[in-house]
RNA sequence: GGGUGAUUAGCUCAGUUGGCUAGAGCACCUCGUUUACACCGAGGGGGUCAUAGGUUCGAGUCCUAUAUCACCCACCA
C-alpha cells in the first residue's frame, strides 16, 4: 500500500476503532495476570472535557501495555447519572422553556430527566471511542442500572440492621434555590468581605446589657440563649442571667460554653440553635429551645414577629437592622473577611437548616480505612495523597446521604403514618403506600445522594459477590483519578469496599492533576477558556491530544493546557508514519526471517531498542507515562531516524528495520494506538491471525546486540559529528577526510561520507588540514584550519574548567575516603579522559602559533 | 488557623533512591531541499536550579527557616 506523505488521522481514526470493536480486541483475554481498571465514571449527560480526555488516555495506556504485555486486561466503561448536577442542568433547559420542577410530579421529572440523559449518552460513547479508549464495551454500567440500585439497597440494608444509619433531625447544608440538602463537602467556601454587628442585649433586671457580636442579625429572631466562655472573668456576673432579645419579648439565658472564643468579636455569642451548626451543638449540651425562623425557601418563618414574616434572609437582614438602631440596640459595625458557604452549582448561599434526613455514622467506617492506609495496603502515585486521605478519614464527621431531589435512587424507607419514629426498610420504591403488619407506611419521597450508590462501584460493576468478573479482577488494580474526588468518592470507596467486601477496592490509586485553561487559571465557562476536546481531535488527532496532554505531566500536578505540547504529539505521530513510509518502501520484497544484525548500526540500534524499551517497561510499570514517553520520543527521533536510518541508507538490512518497525510501533501503541495500528494495518498480511491487529500483539523482546559493535558505530558517530560542527561553524563546502591507518575509516568510508556530508573520505600518506580531536583515529579534515582557531580556544577553555574540578576533586582526601569506590574510578577516568582531550587540542592549536 | 504542592533556560515543564560538565519541547539565531518526513535535516546561543542557613567528600535532589503562588481542610459567631 502506498502512503501519502503526511499522516491525516481524520482519515484512519474511526475505522481503526471499529476493527478494534468488531475483532473483540478489548475483551479481557490475556492468559496473565488480571489487570483491571474501571472508568470513573463521567456525567452520562455531559460533552467531554480535556480533563476526562487526560483520565481515559492515562488509563488507557496503561491497560494497552498490559494487555500487550499478555495479562488479563479489563477496563470497564460506565456513566453516572449525576443526581443533583444533571438534575441542576435539566432544570436549566426547562427555565429556558418557562418552566420549573415545581411543574412537574416526581414521578414526571424523573421520566423527563431520564429522557434528556438518554439523548445525550449516544454523544457521550462516542466521544470515548474517538479517544480512543480501550474499553470492553460488553461490561459497560450506568449508575442507574439495576445492579447498582440493588448494591445500594443492600448496603442500605446492612448499615440499617448494623446501626450504621439513622434518622435524625440535624442542621444541614441547605441550598434553597435547588431546594435540597448537601453533604458537608459539597459545599463551597469563599471567603469574603462581610459586616460584624455589634448588638447590645439588655438584661431583664435592668442591670446593663451584653454586647454580641454577629454576621448574620436576622438569625437573632431565633436566638434561644448568649453564650460567654466559663473562664472569662468580664461576664462573670452575668452567667445565669437573662436577657431581653431585643424585638422579640423573649427572654433568653446567658449560659457558659467552652466553645466561645473570648477573642473574638465582645467575648459574647448570640445563640441560634435552628441556624447555626456551633449553636446547634451548644443547644444540645443546655438543652436550649430550637426556634426555626428560616425555611426552606429561605424565608422568615411565622415564629419570628409579624412585621418579619416572609421576608427573604437579605430582606429580614436589614429590616432587623433598621429595627434595632430605632430601638438603639446597634452599639457599632466592623468590617470583617469570613467564610461563607455557598451552593456549587448556583453560588446561592448555603443556610444551615434542621431537617430530618438520614446519615451514615462515619466512624465504624472510617477506622478499617485508615487502618488499610497506615498499613500501606494501597499504593499511592504521589505518595503524599495517602497521607492527605488519612487526614481527611480522621477528622470525618457523619455523612448526609438524604437529597431533595428526583433524579436519583429513592431511598428504600418508609415511614409509619400513625408513628412518625417507625421507619422501616422496603425495597418497594415504586409504591408511594404499603401495608406492613396491618400498618400503613408512606415512602421516603428523597433520593440517595449520587456517591452514596456510586461508592460501590468497583464491585458493583464485577457483580460482586459470586461473579467470576469479581472472583478475577477484585480488587481492582488501578484506581486513576482527579483530585477532586479524592474525598468523595475514593475514601467512600475504600470505606464501602472494606465494609462491604471485607478487602481494599483498588491497590494502586494514581491522582492526575487538573487540566488548567491555556492562561493556567481554572477552565470554565463563564471565562469563556475552555479547551474543547472533540475540536483538538478534529484538528490533531485523538493520538496528538493524547501524547499532547500526557507529555511532561507529574502525577497530582496541575498544569494549563498546551497547544505545542500537542503539535509535538501531532509531529512525533508523523515522524512516525514516515519511518514506517520509509522502511516499507525498503522492505517491499519479503525479507522474512532474516532480521540478524550484521553492520555496527545494526547492534548499535539493537542496543538502543533494548535500553529504550527497559525504561520504558520499567516507567509504565510505575505509573511514570510522562517518562516513559520521553523515552520514546527520544529513541524514535533521535536514535531510529535521525541516526539509523540515514545509515541504513547507505547500508541497508531490511529484514531489522521491519522487526526493528515492528517493535517500535510496539512500544509506541499504548501512547498513540491510532497511528501505531494505521501502519500495522498497512503491513501485508500475515498467514498468522492472531497478530493481524497491532492492540492484541506482544510487548516487544529485544535481541541482543554485540556492544563492541555497538561501540564502532559510537565512533563512527563521534567522527560524523565532529565534521558536522567543523563544517558548520566555519562554514566550509563538503570537504574531504584524510586518513593514515584506519580500519574505522576505510570500513565506514561510505557511511561517513554520507552522513557527515563529505566529498570522500580517503587514505593518504600525511595528514593534512585539522586533526579530529574527539576520535582516536587519525584524521583530518581538509578545510582551512585557521579558520577554526577561534573554536579550538574555546574548546581547550572548556576542558581546563572540567580538568580543574575533576582535579579538585580528587584531591579532596575525604572525596575518596567516602565516595563509593565506583565513583571514584568514574571521575578518575573523566579525569584522564579529559587530558587526552586536553592535550589533543592543545597539540592542534599549538600548529597555529607557527 | 492547619495542611499539601509548586518556585529549574524567553515560554510550558522533566530531572526516580544525593554523584550533573543541569535536560526536553516550543521559541530564537546560522546553514541546508541529501529520492521517509519542512508536521524536515545539521549546527548554535541561552540557566548563580526562589532566598538564607544547615547536613554531606558531594545538594536541583535531604533538613530548617523565609518569600511568592496555587490548591485543600477547619465549628472565624
Redo the contacts with the bound molecule.
Keep these: 500500500m502506498e502512503l501519502p506523505?503526511?499522516?491525516?488521522p481524520q482519515d484512519y481514526e474511526s475505522d481503526i476503532y471499529a476493527l478494534w470493536e468488531k475483532s473483540g480486541a478489548f475483551e479481557p483475554k490475556g492468559k496473565g495476570n488480571s489487570f483491571s481498571v474501571v472508568v470513573p465514571p463521567p456525567n452520562a449527560n455531559a460533552s467531554i472535557h480535556i480533563g476526562t480526555a487526560l483520565t481515559l488516555a492515562l488509563q488507557d495506556i496503561a491497560i494497552r501495555y498490559h494487555r500487550l504485555r499478555g495479562d488479563k486486561a479489563l477496563f470497564l466503561p460506565g456513566a453516572d447519572h449525576a443526581g443533583f448536577e444533571t438534575q441542576a442542568v435539566f432544570e436549566k433547559r426547562l427555565a429556558k422553556e418557562g418552566k420549573s420542577r415545581f411543574d412537574f410530579t416526581r414521578e414526571e421529572l424523573y421520566q423527563q430527566i431520564w429522557d434528556f440523559v438518554a439523548e445525550n449518552r449516544a454523544n457521550f460513547e462516542k466521544q470515548f471511542r474517538q479517544l480512543g479508549a480501550s474499553v470492553d464495551w460488553s461490561h459497560f454500567t450506568f449508575t442507574l442500572d439495576d445492579k447498582i440500585v440493588k448494591r445500594a439497597y443492600q448496603t442500605f440494608k446492612k448499615m440499617w440492621d448494623e446501626g450504621l444509619i439513622y434518622r435524625g433531625e440535624r442542621l444541614v447544608n441547605f441550598c434553597t434555590f435547588h431546594g435540597t440538602a448537601f453533604a458537608?463537602?459539597e459545599?463551597?467556601?469563599q471567603?469574603e468581605q462581610?459586616k460584624?454587628w455589634y448588638i447590645n442585649y439588655p438584661l431583664t433586671d435592668g442591670s446593663g446589657a451584653i454586647t454580641?457580636?454577629?454576621?448574620?442579625p436576622e438569625?437573632m429572631l431565633g436566638d434561644t440563649a448568649v453564650?460567654?466562655?466559663p473562664d472569662d472573668t468580664r461576664y462573670e456576673n452575668f452567667i445565669g442571667k437573662t436577657v431581653k432579645l431585643p424585638l422579640t419579648n423573649r427572654e433568653i439565658p446567658v449560659l457558659a460554653d467552652d466553645?466561645?472564643?473570648?477573642?473574638?468579636?465582645?467575648?459574647?455569642?448570640?445563640i441560634?440553635p435552628a441556624h447555626?451548626?456551633?449553636?446547634f451543638?451548644v443547644a444540645r449540651r443546655h438543652d436550649l429551645p430550637f426556634i426555626q425562623i428560616i425555611n426552606h425557601e429561605g424565608r422568615i418563618t411565622g415564629e419570628a414577629p409579624e412585621e418579619f414574616r416572609n421576608l427573604t434572609v437579605g430582606q429580614a437582614r436589614e429590616a432587623v437592622l433598621r429595627a434595632l438602631k430605632e430601638a438603639g440596640n446597634i452599639d457599632k459595625e466592623k468590617y470583617?473577611?469570613?467564610?461563607?458557604g455557598h451552593c456549587y452549582k448556583c453560588g446561592t448561599v448555603i443556610e444551615p437548616l434542621i431537617m430530618n434526613q438520614w446519615f451514615v455514622d462515619m466512624q465504624p467506617l472510617a477506622k478499617p480505612a485508615i487502618k488499610a492506609l497506615k498499613e500501606g495496603k494501597i499504593k499511592f502515585y504521589?505518595?503524599?495523597?495517602c497521607?492527605?486521605l488519612i487526614?481527611?478519614l480522621e477528622?470525618l464527621?457523619d455523612w448526609n446521604i438524604s437529597r431533595q431531589i428526583a433524579w436519583g435512587i429513592p431511598i428504600p424507607a418508609f415511614q409509619n403514618v400513625d408513628q412518625q419514629d417507625d421507619w422501616i426498610f422496603d425495597e418497594r420504591v415504586t409504591e408511594e403506600i404499603i401495608e406492613v403488619n396491618g400498618k400503613t407506611y408512606r415512602r421516603d419521597p428523597d433520593v440517595f445522594d449520587t456517591w452514596f450508590s456510586s461508592s460501590s462501584w468497583p464491585y458493583a460493576t464485577l457483580d460482586y459477590p459470586d461473579s467470576d468478573d469479581f472472583k478475577q479482577f477484585y480488587p481492582l488494580s488501578l484506581m486513576e483519578t482527579g483530585?477532586?474526588i479524592l474525598?468523595p468518592w475514593v475514601s467512600r470507596m475504600l470505606m464501602l469496599g472494606l465494609y462491604i467486601t471485607g478487602e481494599i477496592p483498588f491497590k494502586e490509586v494514581y491522582i492526575h492533576?487538573y487540566v488548567?485553561a491555556e492562561d493556567?487559571?481554572?477552565m470554565s465557562k463563564s471565562k469563556g477558556n475552555v479547551v474543547s476536546a472533540p475540536e483538538i481531535i478534529e484538528k490533531y488527532g485523538a493520538d496528538?491530544l493524547r501524547l499532547g496532554i500526557i507529555?511532561?505531566?507529574?502525577p497530582?500536578?496541575?498544569?494549563?493546557y498546551?497547544k505545542?505540547?500537542v503539535?509535538?504529539g501531532?509531529?512525533?505521530?508523523?515522524?512516525l508514519?514516515?519511518?514506517a513510509?520509509?522502511i516499507e518502501?525498503q522492505t517491499k520484497s519479503e525479507q522474512k526471517g532474516k532480521t540478524d544484525p550484521i553492520s555496527s548500526a545494526d547492534h548499535w540500534l539493537l542496543a538502543k531498542l533494548a535500553t529504550a524499551g527497559q525504561?520504558i517497561t520499567?516507567?509504565l510499570d510505575?505509573y511514570?507515562f510522562?517518562?516513559a514517553y520521553?523515552k520514546l520520543?527520544?529513541f524514535v527521533?533521535?536514535e531510529?531516524?535521525?541516526?539509523y536510518?540515514?545509515a541504513s541508507?547507505t547500508s541497508s538490512n531490511p529484514g531489522l528495520l521491519a522487526s526493528v518497525l515492528e517493535a517500535t510501533l510496539t512500544l509506541t501503541h499504548p501512547f498513540a494506538p491510532f497511528v501505531t495500528e494505521t501502519i500495522w494495518q498497512t503491513f501485508p498480511e500475515d498467514n498468522n491471525d492472531d497478530n493481524s491487529l497491532l492492540a492484541t500483539s506482544k510487548w516487544p523482546k529485544i535481541a541482543k546486540a554485540d556492544q563492541n559493535k555497538a561501540a564502532e558505530f559510537e565512533a563512527i558517530k563521534a567522527i560524523?559529528?565532529e565534521c558536522?560542527?567543523i563544517?558548520?561553524?566555519i562554514?566550509a563546502n563538503k570537504p574531504t577526510l584524510y586518513y593514515t591507518e584506519s580500519d574505522l575509516l576505510a570500513n565506514n568510508a561510505k557511511l561517513i561520507t554520507k552522513l557527515a556530508?563529505l566529498a570522500a573520505v580517503s587514505q593518504v600518506r600525511d595528514g593534512e588540514g585539522l586533526r579530529l580531536t574527539q576520535t582516536i583515529e587519525n584524521c583530518w579534515l581538509d578545510v582551512d584550519a585557521n579558520a577554526y582557531k577561534k573554536q579550538l580556544e574555546?574548546k581547550l577553555a572548556?576542558q581546563d574548567s572540567?580538568i580543574e574540578?575533576?582535579e579538585a576533586?580528587l584531591s579532596?582526601p575525604?572525596?575518596v575516603?567516602?565516595?563509593?569506590h565506583a565513583?571514584v574510578e568514574?571521575?578518575k577516568q573523566?579525569l584522564e579522559?579529559?587530558k587526552a582531550q586536553q592535550a589533543k587540542l592543545a597539540a592542534e592549536h599549538d600548529r597555529f602559533n607557527h
Excluded at 212 to 216: G, S, Y
Excluded at 640 to 643: K, R, T
Aim: hydrophobic share 30%.
Design positions: 506523505k503526511t499522516y491525516t458537608d463537602i459545599v463551597e467556601y471567603e462581610g460584624l454580641i457580636a454577629t454576621t448574620r438569625t453564650a460567654v466562655h466553645f466561645v472564643d473570648v477573642k473574638f468579636g465582645t467575648g459574647a455569642v448570640k441560634t447555626d451548626p456551633n449553636d451543638e470583617i473577611s469570613h467564610s461563607v504521589p505518595k503524599a495523597k497521607d492527605q487526614a481527611y477528622n464527621r483530585g477532586e474525598y492533576g488548567m493556567g487559571s481554572k496528538a507529555a511532561g505531566r507529574a497530582a500536578v496541575n498544569r494549563g498546551d505545542r505540547k503539535e509535538d501531532r509531529n512525533f505521530c508523523n515522524k508514519w514516515n519511518i513510509r520509509y518502501s525504561g520499567k516507567d510505575s511514570r510522562s517518562e520521553d520520543y527520544h527521533w533521535d531510529l531516524a535521525d541516526w536510518i540515514e541508507k560524523v559529528s558536522r560542527d563544517i558548520a561553524s562554514g556530508g574555546a572548556e572540567i574540578k575533576l576533586r579532596n575525604s572525596y575516603k567516602n565516595a563509593p565513583v568514574q571521575t573523566q579522559e579529559a
